[in-house]
């Protein structure tokens, strides 16, 4: 599957490339035939020259939809597999175990846990050195996260960026226009028909790749902040559970009497007869 869908990214990109080397030669041949236009001269062409960014613009927006969507998944993050084996060990204090089992594991559970577990302190059995442990984990985040969203964040580059050049090429085509009505002196529609496509074209294709771009910066940008939570969440659970075996005695002493039923009628029934 993955294979499918990274085939379809780089042939959405090719279509792309190839669509921009064959746009100049489009523009450049100029029939005396009256023919019908095509669906391609109306959408795409009619735009101008400034349709070639566009054109790179969408593609490389959804090649890189398809990337992030391969790259942002569960199985590379916090495998449920790696999550159970890592609190099964931990709920056995066997802390090189795990070290050496999230060593093996190229995902960001597997090496956020390589980096953070050894901070352990085994001399603080009340809490295993956690304010170490949870540095550790900011240290890591903080390091992994712009490599995590560099993709992400140039579709928020190319949504912002698509628009503006839109906006350039409707300012193209206006100033083409009063061009055509200052040597003419008369609006003439069949002159200002290619000006005023320049300037519709471009915007309506700005716009058109912004909102594929913003919509999808945004939910794969949560999607990767939760991602990222689940294995924080994982190893802060993994630290808790040890810390609650080797504590387990001492949290049952503070436990006061009376909370079971038969020892508390007993307690009753001791200051009666005192």
């Given at each position: 599957?993955?294979?499918?869908?990274?085939?379809?990214?780089?042939?959405?990109?090719?279509?792309?490339?190839?669509?921009?080397?064959?746009?100049?030669?489009?523009?450049?041949?100029?029939?005396?035939?009256?023919?019908?236009?095509?669906?391609?001269?109306?959408?795409?062409?009619?735009?101008?020259?400034?349709?070639?960014?566009?054109?790179?613009?969408?593609?490389?927006?959804?090649?890189?939809?398809?990337?992030?969507?391969?790259?942002?998944?569960?199985?590379?993050?916090?495998?449920?597999?790696?999550?159970?084996?890592?609190?099964?060990?931990?709920?056995?204090?066997?802390?090189?175990?795990?070290?050496?089992?999230?060593?093996?594991?190229?995902?960001?559970?597997?090496?956020?846990?390589?980096?953070?577990?050894?901070?352990?302190?085994?001399?603080?059995?009340?809490?295993?050195?956690?304010?170490?442990?949870?540095?550790?984990?900011?240290?890591?985040?903080?390091?992994?996260?712009?490599?995590?969203?560099?993709?992400?964040?140039?579709?928020?580059?190319?949504?912002?960026?698509?628009?503006?050049?839109?906006?350039?090429?409707?300012?193209?085509?206006?100033?083409?226009?009063?061009a055509i009505l200052a040597e003419s002196g008369q609006a003439d529609p069949t002159q200002l028909a290619s000006s005023i496509s320049v300037a519709l074209l471009t915007t309506f294709w700005g716009l058109i790749?912004?909102?594929?771009?913003?919509?999808?910066?945004?939910?794969?940008?949560?999607?990767?902040?939760?991602?990222?939570?689940?294995?924080?969440?994982?190893?802060?659970?993994?630290?808790?559970?040890?810390?609650?075996?080797?504590?387990?005695?001492?949290?049952?002493?503070?436990?006061?009497?009376?909370?079971?039923?038969?020892?508390?009628?007993?307690?009753?029934?001791?200051?009666?007869?005192?």
């Amino acid at each position: 599957m993955k294979t499918i869908i990274t085939r379809l990214g780089y042939r959405a990109l090719s279509l792309g490339m190839a669509a921009v080397f064959m746009m100049p030669a489009a523009f450049a041949q100029e029939s005396t035939e009256n023919v019908q236009k095509t669906m391609l001269d109306k959408w795409v062409l009619d735009g101008g020259w400034t349709m070639i960014p566009l054109v790179i613009l969408l593609a490389a927006a959804i090649f890189l939809l398809v990337l992030c969507l391969m790259s942002l998944t569960k199985e590379k993050f916090c495998p449920e597999d790696l999550r159970s084996q890592l609190l099964a060990l931990m709920s056995e204090c066997r802390v090189q175990s795990a070290i050496q089992l999230a060593t093996q594991s190229p995902t960001y559970l597997g090496r956020l846990v390589a980096y953070a577990l050894p901070n352990i302190d085994a001399n603080r059995p009340d809490d295993l050195g956690k304010d170490s442990i949870e540095d550790a984990i900011a240290d890591f985040t903080a390091n992994e996260r712009p490599q995590t969203m560099k993709f992400v964040d140039i579709l928020a580059l190319i949504g912002s960026l698509a628009p503006s050049i839109g906006l350039f090429g409707t300012v193209q085509g206006m100033v083409g226009a009063f061009a055509i009505l200052a040597e003419s002196g008369q609006a003439d529609p069949t002159q200002l028909a290619s000006s005023i496509s320049v300037a519709l074209l471009t915007t309506f294709w700005g716009l058109i790749i912004s909102i594929i771009a913003i919509p999808a910066f945004f939910f794969l940008k949560k999607h990767a902040q939760s991602l990222e939570a689940d294995c924080v969440n994982t190893i802060a659970e993994m630290v808790n559970t040890s810390i609650n075996v080797i504590n387990a005695e001492a949290q049952l002493a503070r436990i006061p009497e009376g909370l079971d039923g038969g020892d508390e009628e007993e307690v009753i029934e001791g200051a009666e007869e005192a």
